[in-house]
Every structure is written in structure tokens, then in C-alpha cells.
């Protein structure tokens, strides 16, 4: 039904009252936020003050502490009044030109009358704080907007259900305390608000718009039942957007007992992390911890090896033109598997029982504890005590031999040659350090025995330092060399297999594997199972603060890469979110089987969502790009037009006229409005390429995997670090069969297709990519 004249002026009566009520509020705010805030600066200096001159007069140390402790409570109860007025009034601020998108009349079973609710970012009370002005979007009568049409509907509360009659859903767009848009709908979100949203340009930061979450993203955000939630969905469905719209509601929903520092999300890469950046505290809410595989990875063996990122792997793959290129594929494979990880587990219950390889302890070219010495005492414990329980007690034992080692090395020449290096004041302190631990000491410091008795035993005991630092972080443990084994000893491996043949081309990567690992590097692949193992057999280093995980780009991680993370972190429930369409690594994807990735914390306790209509894309863009998925025609369109993805076709080796064409379509499409665009090409040297030639021509900034943040303009990125975020206009650089032929760049080319909001142009120097000449020529334009 049409909305009348004198129905709209009444909405914005209500618009522009509640916006009155805001900014008075925001007002008051700011003078109670400045006040509080001098108040927290004098208090502090108060408090340093005190706490300086108490000490420079220490005479009652318990009045001092108690003092110190009454101020410190006082100025910590400040500061938490200072950060809520301050998020109280972030949240006035965000309301101001926006006070809510959504209404729904709910008259609630029983009830005769139905009450309005306005939805919006944050709740607000009116001015007796006893009814709703707003409803916060994540309030779990707000759920109705998402979920439910006019008529019968039902929430669901922790106090239990209600039901009641939904007589009315309206949606607003309000700009600048004005009613732009409003209309009445029977459908959960009207796709004329999502067309004026999703018709706006892309951003440098992801936006969050909780006005059009739609009903299967509203089932993501409030599920609190799953341990695992898996969410397979097509690109541009809004699964990271969702993503991050739940741990806004999770916060919210356990607001007493969760916070944003138990929350860490796992990105693609750095760029990704400052592409998120804003959306939480737009919501209102603390921004989580946030990271990536590899920098965990960096952080736990980096200093051990030069170790090969995710990246720098699919440069690899890319480029095809290895002498082992064969041998590594079938490596990366096998590694990323779940029958490798079996070996690993295997490999440990072995090593239980035998051949536990150890490092000597040396000093000075002298072999303090032999490496058969140390195998020997680590036998000899009883064989129920666990791995790392042995260990443990191993490095006492050495931590003993070595202070055993370095008494008798006190009269050693070499020590009296370091004496004669000493000044007086070392010498005292040598002495006076040797007062303190032996009792009876004699009072003056007369004697030369007792002085280089002193001398020799700190000059020992700073140079053995660094070898009980060794002792203590249990590098006497040969991981390298057990984990080398693996590839040295055929038989071993078999046993370790259970029997099964060897793996395709075993020989070929066993001997790359032996190679690496001999120069202290590790390949990618191969540093996750090298860490496993360590952690098996040294124990586990886990974080039981975390209660909540989002890995985001799910399926470019390995089944084994999900095992260790969930024995990480091993209170926190996970979000899995991804699209095996988009999965362009050469190992397994842990989305190729669901059965291992819901065995991970168990069917019963793992739900998978799917979503596939994708919201980013015109129509057009969307049929072109699931046309090249043997299973795209799951991949619903949204109905927002644009114009056909655009084919530039030339001669095989005309790539001045190709980078002129380039050039020319950017300027058109900046003329158009269009300031977010990328030229995407297949790798990083193609990249760097490209760069050099236009950098003369046009203003481009070039994006590598250390690139911090992403800004307005024309980028020039490689495809793989292109993933999650949506441009413009994307123009694909190299769409020949030259660059994308074998099935392997089928998703990667779809990857990079699906990051174009509005417009789409390939470019191909010689014969297409056969991932366009399959798809139906009516969805794209060819122009010469």
C-alpha cells in the first residue's frame, strides 16, 4: 500500500524529534566527556605525584601501599566512567544523521494493541529511560525485520519464545536527519533498498550496512549453537560482511562475559585486515584481534628457518616453469592432506618407543652431554610418562650437568685469561655477588683466592648463559633432524603409513624436502607439519583466553591447517567462512570434503550455511563470471543492471596497443565516476611489469603481499590479493590462453572476474582464454 502525504510527515516529525533528542544528548555528552576527561589528567598526576614522593620518604610502607591502592581504585573507576561516556557518545554521533532504517508494528500474543519498533546501530532510551526510541539492529526482538514478513511471527529471547502478528514492515533511508527513502514491504529486506545501496561506489574500507542484511545472513549472526559454523558462499554474497556483523552481535548478546580481545579473525593477508578495519567500530563495537596464518607462522619458527609464504608458494605454481615443477605440486599436495597428518601423529607414538634425535650440548668446541648420552637418559624414563613430560625433566638434568661443567671449568687458563681482562669495579661485584650467596662469607676483600674465586665463577656463569638459554627453550630437541628423517628413511615412512604405497612422486619431493630443510628453509607446505610435530613432542602451546575464531578465505587453508588451529585454541568456537570457487592454492582445500572439516569438533556441534545469491556484481557481471563454474548455475544473481563484461581482443605480440587501451579505459571510467579500479593480473612479476611501463602514463599504485592498507585510485594487483576485496571496475590484464588455460587457474580467473562491482574488461593479446570462449558469447561484448 502506497504511503500517504500525511502518513510521511508524521515519520519525519518522528525523525526530526528523535534527532532533536540526540543531539541534546550529544551535547550534554561532550561537556560530562570533557569534564570527566580533566578530572582522569588531574587524578593521574595526583596519583604519580604521591606515589614519587611516598617513596623518597618510605617511613610507613603499609599507609604508602594502602594510599596507592585507594587512588589507584578511584582513577581506574574514572577512566571506565571517561571510556563509557566516550562510547556512549560515539554512538550518539553515529545516530545523529541516521537515526534507524527499519520499523515493524509487533502486537505480541495476548496483547490488544501493536507497538512500534525502530530499528537502528545502537539503542536509545527516551528521556525517562523507560521506553525505546531505537532498538539496537542485534536486540533480539530485531530479528523480526530480518526474518519475518506481515503476519504470525515469533523471536526468540533467552527468557524463551514470542509470538505475536508482525502488521507492519517499513524501511527508511534517512539522510541528514531526512527521510530520502521509505516504502512498506512484505519481504524480509525490499530489493529497492539493496539497489540503492548496492548502486553506490566501492570504498577503501568495507562497508557495514546492517539495513539490508538479508534473512540467510541473519541466520550466520545470531547462530549460538554451532561449536563450528561453516559458511560456503558465493563471491560477493556479504559472508565476510556477516561475518563481522556476528561478532558485533556476539559482543552485544554476552556483553557481560565476552570481549573483543577474546575474538581473533584469521585474513588473507594485511591489506584484507585494513580493508575490515572500520566496520566493528562503526557497529559501536572494539575492533578484535586480527592476524594471518603466516604471521603466526613467522612468530613460531621464523627464526629458526627462512620460511616460504602462502604467497611466494603460488608465485611458484603460477609461473609453471620448473625443472621440479611436477615433484612440488604432488608435494604440496600430499602435505596438506589428512593422511600426512596421520604420519605425523604416528610419528610420535614411534618416537615414544625409539629414535628421539638430540642436539649436543657443546661449549667451546667441547661436548659438554653427548647426543647418545641424552637419547639414552630420555629411554630411561619411564616409558608411560608422556614426550614432552620427559623433555621436561631432561632439561633439568642437562641444566645440572652443565652447572656441574661449569665448576669444573673455574680454574681453567682460559678463565684466567678473561680475569685479567677485569676492572676493580667488576671484580667487587664479582665478590659482593658471591657475599649474597654464600653465608659466612668473609666481611673484607682482602684475599686473592676468594677474589678470583668470585672472578671465575661470574665469568662461568655469563658465559654459559647463553647455553642454558638453549637448555630452556629445549633446542637440545632435534625437530629438524626427526622431521628430515621422515624423508631420508623409505622404510620408516612406510611404516608410518600403515603400509600404504608411497605417495606420487615421493623420491622427487623427499629430495626437494632433504634439500630445503639442509639450508635451514622450509617450503610452505611443509611448516605447518613441522610445527605439529614439535608441539607433539615438546607440548602444546595453547590459548584459552580466546573464546571466538573467524577464518575468513576458509578454503585456502588444509585440513591440517584447521586441526591446528582448533588444538590452538582449544576453548573457542570457529566461523569457517569461504568459497571453493575461489579456492586457487595447489593443496587440498579443506571445503573439498565436508566429512573431515564437521569431524573436527563433530556433527553434532558443526552446522554449514550456503549462500548464493551474490549481492556484488550486476547482473550481468554475476552470469558471466558463473558461467565458467561447472556448478555455477547454483550462483543467484542480484537484479541490479549494468552493462555485458567488455572483450578487448589483439594481436599476439601487440602489447603497446594493449597498455594504450588500458590506459584510455581508465580515463573513460574515471570521466564516468568510477575513482575505485584495478587492473588485475595473474602474478606479482606481471605486476611489476606493468607497473614500469605505465608509470609514465598513468597514476597507479602497485599492491604486493606487504602492502598495509588500500587506498582510493587505480591499483595494479596480482589476483590472489585481490581476494575479498571489490573494485569498480576490475580490468583484467592477460585474459589469453597463454595466462589462464590449465583447470588449476580456472577459480583464479573467476576469483578475479568477481571483484568488479560495476564494469568488467578483459584484455587478450592472441588467442582467449578458453574460460571465456566456453561461456556463452551473448553474456559479453567483444570489441577490437
Known sequence: ???????????????????????????????????????????????????????????????????????????????????????????????????YFGRIDFR?????????????????LDD????????????????????????????????????????????????????????????????????????????????SIVSTIQQEQNAIIRNEQSRLLVVQGAAGSGKTSAALQRVAYLLYRYRDTLSADQLVLFSPNSLF?????????????????????????????????????????????????????DARLASIRY??????????????????????????????????????????????FDPSIKIPSRIEQMGKWLLKEVGDYGKSQRDEEWVDDQIQLLDSSALHKAYNQMRRNQKGAADTFDDYDQQREAAARMIVNDWLKPVRKWIKRQRFVDVKGMYRRLFKDEMLFMRLSGGRPLPAMWHEFARLTQDKLAKSELFFEDATPLLLLRELLQGFITNTSIRHIIVDEVQDYTPFQLEFLKRLFPRARMTALGDLNQ?????????????????????????VLRLTRSYRSTREITEFTKAMLPEGEAIQAFTRSGEKPVLRRFEPNARADMDDAIVADIEDLRERGLDYTAIICKTQSECNELQERLKDRLHTRLITKNTPAFEKGTVIVPAYLAKGIEFDAVLLYGASADRY??????????????????????????????????????LYQIRQ
Open 1 to 99: 500500500m502506497e504511503i500517504t502525504d500525511s502518513e510521511w510527515k508524521r515519520e519525519q516529525e518522528r525523525v526530526s524529534e528523535v534527532t532533536s533528542k540526540i543531539v541534546r544528548r550529544i551535547s550534554g555528552l561532550e561537556a560530562q566527556v570533557g569534564e570527566m576527561r580533566g578530572d582522569v589528567v588531574g587524578l593521574r598526576k595526583e596519583f604519580w605525584d604521591e606515589v614519587t614522593m611516598n617513596f623518597a620518604e618510605p617511613d610507613d610502607l603499609g599507609e604508602t601501599s594502602t594510599s596507592m591502592r585507594q587512588q589507584s581504585q578511584v582513577l581506574a573507576e574514572r577512566e571506565f566512567g571517561h571510556k563509557r561516556a566516550y562510547s556512549q557518545l560515539g554512538k550518539l554521533r553515529r545516530l545523529r544523521n541516521s537515526p
Open 108 to 124: 505480541e500474543e495476548g496483547e490488544k494493541q501493536a507497538e512500534p519498533i525502530y530499528l537502528g546501530i545502537a539503542s536509545l
Open 128 to 207: 525517562n529511560e523507560q521506553d525505546f526510541l531505537i532498538y539496537d539492529w542485534r536486540a533480539p526482538i530485531s530479528s523480526l525485520y530480518y526474518d519475518g514478513s506481515p503476519g504470525g511471527v515469533s523471536y526468540r529471547t533467552p527468557g524463551g519464545s514470542v509470538e505475536g502478528e508482525m502488521e507492519l514492515k517499513r524501511q527508511y533511508v534517512i539522510r541528514d536527519a531526512k527521510i530520502r527513502v521509505m516504502f512498506d514491504t512484505g519481504m524480509t529486506i525490499g530489493d529497492e533498498l539493496l539497489q540503492e545501496v548496492l548502486s553506490q561506489s566501492a570504498d577503501d574500507k568495507m562497508k
Open 273 to 325: 585486515n585494513s580493508y575490515v578495519s572500520t566496520v566493528l567500530p562503526e557497529l559501536g563495537e572494539e575492533n578484535m584481534l586480527q592476524t594471518t596464518f603466516q604471521a603466526y607462522l613467522e612468530r613460531r619458527i621464523g627464526r629458526e628457518f627462512e620460511l616460504e609464504d602462502a604467497f611466494d608458494q603460488l608465485e611458484y605454481l603460477l609461473r609453471g616453469d620448473d625443472f621440479d615443477y
Open 335 to 380: 602435505k596438506s592432506s589428512l593422511h600426512y597428518l596421520e604420519v605425523i601423529r604416528a610419528y610420535r607414538e614411534h618416537l615414544a618407543e625409539r629414535d628421539m634425535m638430540f642436539r649436543p650440548i657443546r661449549f667451546q668446541g667441547h661436548e659438554i652431554v653427548s647426543a647418545e648420552d641424552m637419547r639414552r637418559r630420555f629411554y630411561e
Open 583 to 607: 579456492a586457487i592454492y595447489g593443496h587440498d582445500s579443506a571445503l573439498d570434503d565436508y566429512d573431515p572439516l564437521l569431524n573436527l569438533y563433530g556433527r553434532e556441534e558443526s552446522m
Open 741 to 778: 588455460a590449465r583447470e588449476s587457474e580456472r577459480k583464479l580467473f573467476y576469483t578475479a572476474c568477481t571483484r568488479a562491482m560495476h564494469m568488467l574488461h578483459l584484455y587478450a593479446a592472441g588467442e582467449i582464454s578458453p574460460f571465456v570462449t566456453e561461456v556463452d558469447q551473448a
